[in-house]
C-alpha cells in the first residue's frame, strides 16, 4: 500500500509512538509485508527469526522490536509491538468509512456495465465498462475491476485477510489494507469469496475463469487463463501463474508457487510448490503418473501377501 504522499521518517514515528534511527526527513513511502515490498516500504517484524530477512528486504524502513545495527541507506522504527503499531498505520492511512447507500457515491462504474439488484458497491471501488454484476454481490472498499468481467450472485469480493497474532487473551487480528485487482475477461462464479491483501493486492489474471464456491486468500496473485473448479480453497500468499487448472476440491497451503500450464486433479492438497507444465494428484502432492502407480500397486498388496504364503 502506498501512501497518498511522501512522508518523512518522523512523522511516522509521531503517529505510532515510536522512537526511529534514521535522519528525521526519512522518506516513507508506503507500507507492506514482506514479500511484495519494494524500497520506500515500511515492513515490521517481531521475532528474531526473521530479523535478517526483513533488514535485508527491499524495504527501506525497518519496524522492529529490537535495536540493531541498521542497514547502510535503510532506517529503522523501534517499537515494543510491531504487529501493533503496523496496525495503528493502517487506520491511518486507510481507515473504515462506513458506508451511507448501496452504491458508494465515489465508485467509478463503466459504461455499459450492469450492477443487479441487491448490490454493494464500496468506496473508490472502480469497474470497467460491459461488466455483469449479479445480485447480492459484495465489492468492498478500493476493489479495482477491469472490462467485460462476470461475477455471479452472493461472491464477496474484498473481504479481510485471515491473519492472526496469539496472544494470551486472544487472536489479534493483522488489519487489511490492500485491494482486490480483477482484470479484464475474468468470470467469477456465484458465492466466491476473493479476500484483499493485507497491504498488498490479491490479483486474479486477465481471462481467468472460477467456479461456484471457490475461495481465494489474501495477497495470491493468479495469473492469466487459468480455470478453477469448484470448492477449491487457495490461501493467501500463493503464486498461481498462467494457464495452470485446478480441478474441485484442490486445496493449498500458503506462500507456495505453481507452475504455468499445471493441472491439478480433483481433492489433491497442494503442500509445496509445483512445476509448470505437469499433472499433479493427491495428498501431499505428487506427479499423477506417479501417483497413481503408487495406489495401483497398494491394490496388489493382498495378492502379492498371498503368493509369499504359498
Not at 491439478?264 to 506417479?290: A, D
Not at 497413481?292 to 498388496?301: D, G, H, P, S, Y
Request: hydrophobic share 35%; charged share 20%.
Amino acid at each position: 500500500m502506498k501512501f497518498p504522499k511522501t512522508h518523512t521518517l518522523k512523522e511516522i514515528a509521531e503517529i505510532i509512538g515510536t522512537t526511529f534511527i534514521g535522519v528525521d526527513d526519512f522518506p516513507v513511502e508506503g507500507m507492506n509485508e514482506i514479500h511484495v515490498v519494494t524500497p520506500g516500504d515500511i515492513v515490521f517484524v517481531d521475532h528474531p527469526k526473521y530479523y535478517d530477512k526483513a533488514l535485508q528486504s527491499a524495504a527501506t524502513i525497518i519496524l522492529i522490536n529490537r535495536e540493531v545495527e541498521c542497514p547502510e541507506g535503510k532506517a529503522l522504527l523501534i517499537s515494543d509491538d510491531p504487529f501493533r503499531d503496523f496496525n495503528k498505520l493502517t487506520r491511518y492511512f486507510r481507515p473504515f468509512v462506513a458506508a451511507q447507500s448501496s452504491v458508494l457515491v465515489t465508485a467509478e462504474i463503466g459504461e455499459g456495465t450492469i450492477i443487479q439488484p441487491n448490490c454493494f458497491i464500496g468506496n473508490e471501488v472502480k469497474i470497467g465498462k460491459n461488466c455483469q454484476i449479479h445480485s447480492n454481490v459484495a465489492i468492498y472498499d478500493h476493489t479495482i475491476i477491469g472490462d467485460n468481467v462476470i461475477i455471479h450472485a452472493g461472491s464477496v469480493l474484498g473481504a479481510d485477510a485471515f491473519y492472526y497474532k496469539k496472544r494470551s487473551e486472544g487472536f489479534d487480528q493483522l488489519l487489511s489494507g490492500g485491494r482486490v485487482v480483477i482484470e479484464d475477461n475474468v468470470g467469477i462464479g456465484a458465492l466466491c469469496t476473493i479476500d484483499r491483501g493485507v497491504s498488498g493486492d490479491t490479483t486474479i489474471g486477465e481471462g481467468t475463469k472460477i467456479d461456484n464456491q471457490v475461495h481465494v486468500g489474501h495477497d495470491t496473485v493468479i495469473g492469466k487463463r487459468c480455470l478453477i473448479a469448484s470448492q477449491t480453497g487457495i490461501a493467501g500468499c500463493v503464486i498461481i501463474e498462467d494457464e495452470v487448472t485446478l480441478w474441485g476440491q484442490v486445496g493449498t497451503t500458503s506462500g507456495i508457487t505453481i507452475g504455468s500450464k499445471a493441472v491439478v486433479m480433483g481433492q489433491t492438497g497442494v503442500t509445496k510448490s509445483i512445476e509448470g507444465g505437469k499433472s499433479y494428484f493427491g495428498t501431499p502432492v505428487e506427479e499423477s503418473r506417479e501417483k497413481l502407480k503408487q495406489l495401483a500397486n497398494v491394490k496388489r498388496i493382498p495378492e502379492l501377501l498371498n503368493k509369499m504364503n504359498e
